[in-house]
């Protein structure tokens, strides 16, 4: 089985989007092994650094893996003044951050 045209694009997207959402190829694999993957973590971690190929359907489920930790992962987003517990208008002091206290477990 050759590499399609596609696939090196393919694969240096997912590597990208692995790199950037810090999930492992533990964690990838764990959730395309789940999906009916049928590549190994061996063969997900060789496909990676492209030393072998993998056909389009094994290579989506793998995006699509990828896609869902992504989604699954909550965005961090910069509070708003008002958004500060314990801060009113004009509370803070130029430059002074407050940050709010993590909930108890």
């Keep these: ?6 696939e ?10 692995l790199s ?3 999930i492992t190829v533990g ?9 009916s993957g049928s590549a190994g ?3 997900v971690h060789a496909y990676l650094q492209g030393l072998i190929s993998l056909p389009v359907t094994q290579r989506d ?6 896609n869902e930790i992504i989604a699954e992962t909550p965005p961090t987003y910069a509070p708003y003044a008002d958004q500060i517990v314990g ?9 002074e951050v407050r940050r709010r206290e993590a909930p108890p477990s």
């Design 1 to 6: 089985m050759g590499f399609d045209p596609h």
């Design 8 to 17: 090196p694009e393919q694969r240096s997207q997912l590597k990208d989007a």
């Design 20 to 22: 950037a959402a810090d």
């Design 27 to 35: 964690e990838l694999w764990l959730r395309y092994f789940s999906m």
């Design 41 to 43: 973590e061996y063969e």
């Design 61 to 66: 489920l793998l995006a699509l893996a990828c």
């Design 87 to 95: 801060a009113e208008q004009d509370d803070v002091p130029s430059g």
